[in-house]
């Protein structure tokens, strides 16, 4: 009787794959390291407090930070009022600085948590751009009077839920910070504030609050590889310009000084009140770099090339208006009144595809670079003074040469 072989490739009975499975060598980083998420904390802290317990270590390198939010409470005899920058000003500050005390994102909740998550990609794109679209959001019952029930529905029909994401990572592993070395950890510190932020008027009664922080990551890798650029990070740092802007000035406005390679300017205008109000813009800014003129448009046009580039915006004319001027149905991904942004992470496309971009259009800076906005004249808003111009920049930092080109394929 002859001896038949049969070819290998299928699992044979008696014979278990190993526990952990091994990529050949070379390639990129990422072929390497698969993505992972771990606890970092919970903690229960309410308004007026300081959250900044110590992260713990992962086996791997951190490329983000995911902050879930949970309030919950009864509302009195009369329906509260929220504050336009509901729910994300809830923390006042946020800041988390690496192992070695260099700040890396910096600034209000609201700047950190809701226009830094929309406007870099790096939080998710099309409709998950906006974390507000997000299924973990919740909206607050305002309806509602004491002794009376939510709607069973939602996440949280008691209270309100919304998850937020603090990002290192740029583009697809570039940005990452070593997270195994428990002594080498980021910081993450979040004041959070007064109830009456949030509610201007009618505060609930608040129940409990819990705060949740995972971390994501990639593994530390099955090979001899690092990732791109170790050592690079993006900076996310809020900063006011100056000089302030009066009602109807005609004047040029200067951003804060700034350094490395420019992903993304988010600007934002604030009227004497602290509202963020559309109507302060010029009906043509310029932007100008070292006095020559880089931007000249309508001020209509900056939000059009916005929604082409990240969808933001996108789809307004289809909101129809009623016999009243009332309009109907909402924006897929609003545009936030008052901020607009300079996208500079077009490199591959007209589109921003958020982690996936060269780095080849990144706008290079030196601290003597100085950045202006001009208005001839700018909005007059309800006619308060002074208004304000505040920036916030995605700035990336090379370690070394910033590395350019697709690395993780």
């Known amino acids: 009787m002859t001896q038949q072989t049969v070819a290998p490739g ?12 091994t990529e050949t060598a070379g390639g990129p980083f990422i072929r390497h390291a698969p993505d992972g998420r771990r606890a970092q904390y919970v903690a229960t802290v309410g308004p007026s407090g300081l959250i900044s317990q110590p992260t713990v270590s992962m086996p791997g390198y951190a490329k983000g930070y995911k902050l879930n939010t949970n309030i919950i409470g009864t509302n009195g005899g009369s329906a509260p ?11 006042q500050l946020v800041q988390m600085k690496d192992a070695f005390g260099t700040q890396l994102i910096t600034g209000p909740g609201y700047v950190v948590m809701r226009e830094v998550n929309l406007y870099s990609g790096q939080f998710g794109l099309d409709l998950m751009r906006d974390a507000q679209n ?29 998850s937020r994401y603090l990002s290192f990572e740029f583009a697809k592993a570039y940005g990452v910070i070593s997270g195994a070395n428990a002594a080498l950890l980021p910081v993450l ?8 932020t949030l509610f201007p008027a009618n505060p609930p009664t608040i129940t409990s609050y819990t705060e949740t922080l995972d971390s994501d990551f990639y593994w530390l890798p099955s090979a001899p590889t690092d990732p791109p650029g170790l050592g690079t990070t993006c900076q996310w740092i809020y900063q006011p310009s100056n000089p302030t802007i009066p009602a109807n000035g005609n004047q040029l406005v ?10 993304m300017l988010i600007l934002e205008v604030r009227d004497a009140a602290g509202a963020r109000d559309d109507s302060l ?27 082409i580039s990240t969808g933001i915006g996108a789809y307004a004319s ?25 996208n500079r992470k077009t490199s591959l496309s007209q589109r921003d595809f958020g ?52 690395p993780e394929v």
């Open 281 to 307: 813009w010029p009906a043509r800014p310029k932007i100008l770099i070292d006095g020559v003129p880089l931007i000249d448009t309508l001020m209509t046009t900056w939000a059009e090339d916005l929604a």
């Open 355 to 406: 982690l996936l971009d060269t780095g080849e259009i990144f706008l290079n800076t030196n601290p003597g670079t100085q950045l202006e906005i001009a208005g001839y004249p700018w909005g007059a808003g309800d006619g308060s003074n002074p208004h304000t111009l505040n920036a916030t920049v995605g700035q990336v930092v090379p370690s070394g040469t910033l590395v350019q080109g697709l």
């Open 10 to 21: 299928g699992t044979v009975a008696g014979r278990p794959q190993p526990q952990t499975t």
């Open 189 to 196: 510190q979040l004041n959070t504030a007064p109830l009456a």
């Open 318 to 342: 289809q909101i129809s208006a009623s016999a009243t001027g009332a309009t109907t149905g909402t924006i897929p991904v609003p545009r936030p009144a008052g901020t607009i942004g300079i």
């Open 254 to 263: 200067q951003l804060p000084r700034l350094g490395g390679y420019l992903t």
């Open 134 to 162: 997000s299924p973990i959001q919740t909206v607050w019952n305002n309806t509602l009077t004491t002794g009376g029930s939510p709607a069973a529905s939602g996440i949280n029909p008691a209270g309100f839920a919304w």
């Open 81 to 91: 009022t929220e504050s336009a920058d509901f729910p994300d000003n809830y923390y």
